[in-house]
């Protein structure tokens, strides 16, 4: 169902004699964006940017761009009639309170809570089974408006010191802090600027750590290039870390990491110039010298150490193994030739993982969890019998304990905490939600559809049980589709909002992410990126196709590399879909690589400066360069975050700014700018049910509902 929009800005309410129905109409009248004169040449192609200036994420033009087009967005979003109903029954679901699995450090059980709408989550702990809960650590009290939130939390080996990173306003720069974890005050000076970095510590002495120099220009922005790692001793400044890996040109790589063996014996380096392969190097820390010994010394495969045994390492690989495998080695002599394999590869994508004297092997099979139970020796021991069919996680803890922790969820179960007795293989319920959601009422299936090229994919659909199939649902296409990540079943707190109203939620598992290995992930990168355009086009296609929606009631959504997904999609396929909803996407597929941590996505996307070839096939789906005047797109709502120094702003500003000019429709083309937020991780819970409420208010009043879905049933049924 198509709106009317007039071009200024007015707003209008006509209400109908029997008031069931009502006519509304919100107009626009976007800001004004300039544009200049900037050409780059690529090969014998001269194109056009003319916004590259909003890519200054620090000039006072830009500020004022970003706050002319907040000012139109949300006052549009603000009439909405009701969104302020959407943004209180979020609130209300979202209300119950939130337990993470425990863990132990040292003599204390530490666990994540949340009482419901907190911003952020609290870090508890007690001392033995019948101790008193006290509050460890609480980052709602590191900002006042919640927007400083808790990135990592590592203990020393005896649990006396912690080391705690945080992040400003939802940037990936982090600060360290260091205290004593039985009085909770700082041990020493807070470390500044790091980036993308785990903390690992060597004894109860002090960790390594990664982080790039800082950039010149803007910290958000600027090109980040030589990753380090670092060593970290309690006691001496900053200044004096120890730089263990990225002295020389020769161990250059975007991104570094290292860790240390449960047994504090080695050191474990993986140093990467992109998303996907990487090298690996290690180091004997019971011996004196600073040998670096190499395990792997190419970037054709994802390899890590997962355990050792003395000097027997278990390593987990694609190499040779699409799927995955784990093979043992010992660390006289690690390299690939040695290598006997533990645990085969199979059909299924293997995730091992280790705790209480044991492996356990997750595998996806169709993007549903599996788990075994292996020994050190290689032997099946058992199957795990998981609650139902959906994802489980969390099969990991420390080699001396006899219970771990894991998680289940799916699109209708609420992420439940089980116990498990690693000996006995038995599960119990630690904590199970209390949500006001009653998953009895839904149901979630999954089907294969066929692909342009003939490819069978699995989606996973989800509604409420007895759907009419009228082709009229209010229908939310979410997909993602790179850079090997899986998606797997989960219950979303806001997606329960969107069922409520009589929504479906629909995910493929699209070529390009890792549901079914490394083949599934490269049969969707570079030349073949139009794959996973072509599989979504098909996903929109079979549910209209099978009558669960139609192109009036489709909404298409994603984030990120799902952003360029949406992007990609709607300048492709413009009246495919009702609604398009690309969050912090990767929009301008030309200039990418020169922000930020960019060029280490080159793996799944290509440079244009790789071939002429490469160069026109990023030009050919870029969505900031394939906005056509004169056609008619969807109602659009890009969000983004002005502090996201992952995928910067500008993607998202240029490409409103191009839908704003060229449209043709009368479809709303509007940008909702969040401040003090990045990317998205450690964004307040406040700020989350906001966003959501405008997304889900946007979306169903661009398919023609006056009231909310779920009010129009019980006026029917009324």
Not at 481 to 490: A, D, Y
Not at 545 to 568: C, M, P, Q
Request: some cysteine; aromatic content about 12%; glycine content about 8%.
């Amino acid at each position: 169902m198509k709106r009317t929009f007039s071009g200024i800005f007015a707003l209008a309410i006509l209400s109908s004699c029997n008031n069931s129905e009502t006519e509304k109409e919100i107009s626009l009248n976007y800001p004004k964006t300039k544009k200049v004169d900037t050409v780059t040449a690529y090969f014998d192609t001269k194109v056009k940017d003319p916004y590259r200036w909003l890519e200054n994420d620090r000039s006072e033009e830009t500020e004022e761009w970003v706050k002319a087009q907040n000012k139109v967005t949300f006052d549009y979003l603000n009439s909405i009639p009701y969104k302020k109903e959407l943004e209180k029954r979020l609130s209300e679901i979202w209300n119950y309170e939130k337990i993470g699995a425990p863990f132990k450090e040292g003599d204390y059980t530490y666990f994540y809570k949340n009482d419901g709408l907190q911003n952020q989550y609290v870090v508890y702990r007690k001392k033995g089974e019948n101790g008193k809960k006290e509050v460890f650590l609480d980052p709602n009290k590191f900002s006042d408006d919640g927007t400083t939130s808790l990135a990592g939390l590592s203990f020393s080996k005896d649990g006396s010191k912690a080391a705690y990173a945080i992040s400003e306003g939802g940037s990936d720069w982090r600060k360290i802090i260091i205290i004593d974890t039985e009085n909770k005050k700082r041990a020493e000076d807070t470390l500044q600027n790091v980036k993308f970095s785990g903390i690992s510590w060597r004894g109860n002495d002090g960790f390594y750590y990664s982080s790039y120099e800082k950039p010149e220009g803007s910290q958000l922005s600027a090109k980040t290039d030589q990753h380090r790692l670092f060593y970290h001793k309690l006691g001496t400044s900053q200044s004096e870390d120890e730089v263990v890996f990225g002295t020389s040109e020769a161990q250059k790589h975007r991104y570094v990491s290292g860790s240390v063996s449960e047994d504090d014996r080695f050191l474990f380096i993986s140093a990467r110039n992109s998303t996907s392969g990487g090298k690996l190097f290690m180091k004997e820390l019971t011996k004196d010298e600073d040998e670096l010994v190499t395990i792997l010394d190419h970037e054709n495969s994802d390899t890590y150490v997962v355990d050792n045994q003395g000097n027997n390492l278990f390593i987990v690989t694609n190499l040779n193994a699409p799927n995955r495998k784990v093979v043992t080695v010992n660390a006289a002599n690690p390299t690939p030739e040695n290598w006997k394999d533990f645990i085969a590869e199979t059909e299924n994508v293997l995730s091992p993982s280790t705790g209480g004297g044991y492996f356990f092997a997750e595998y996806m099979v169709d993007a549903v969890s599996k788990v075994k139970q292996y020994d050190y020796n290689g032997n099946l021991v058992r199957e795990v019998e998981l609650p139902g069919i959906g994802s489980a996680g969390g099969f990991g803890t420390k080699k001396e304990n006899d219970e771990l922790y894991y998680s289940f969820t799916n699109y209708v179960t609420p992420g439940t905490i089980y116990k498990y007795n690693i000996k006995e293989g038995t599960s119990e319920i630690y904590n199970k939600p209390n949500i006001k959601f009653n998953p009895e009422l839904y149901e979630s299936k999954q089907v294969f559809y066929t692909s342009k090229d003939g490819t069978k994919i699995p989606m996973i659909i989800t509604h409420k049980k007895g759907l009419e199939l009228n082709g009229k649902n209010p229908t939310m296409l979410y997909g993602y589709g790179g850079f090997n990540v899986s998606l797997t079943p989960s219950f979303s707190t806001a997606n329960a909002i969107w069922l409520e109203q009589g929504g479906i939620y629909a995910v493929p598992n699209l070529r390009g992410g890792g549901e079914y290995g490394k083949e599934w992930h490269d049969a969707g990168i570079k030349l073949k990126k139009q794959n996973v355009f072509d599989d979504f086009i098909a996903a929109a296609e079979y549910l209209i196709e099978k009558n669960y929606t139609s192109s009036d009631f489709l909404a298409i959504r994603g984030g990120s590399n799902g952003g360029l997904l949406v992007g990609a999609t709607m300048t492709q396929r413009p009246n495919l879909m009702q609604v398009a909803l690309p969050a912090v996407g990767v929009m301008d597929m030309l200039r990418y690589h020169t922000f930020t941590a960019g060029a280490g996505w080159a793996y799944d996307y290509g440079t244009a400066e790789d071939s002429k070839e490469m160069f026109e096939y990023l030009y050919n789906y870029s969505p900031v360069h394939n906005v056509e005047k004169g056609t008619e797109y969807p109602a659009t709502l890009v969000t983004t975050g002005d502090h996201d120094d992952r995928v910067v702003p500008a993607h998202s500003f240029k490409f409103a700014a191009e839908l704003q000019d060229k449209q043709a429709g009368d479809n709303p083309t509007l940008i909702r700018i969040e401040t003090n937020a990045g990317h998205g991780a450690g964004k307040p819970t406040k700020m989350i049910i906001e966003e959501y409420a405008d997304i889900f208010g946007f979306t169903l009043y661009n398919m023609g509902f006056d009231v909310l879905p779920s009010k129009s049933e019980e006026e029917v049924k009324g």
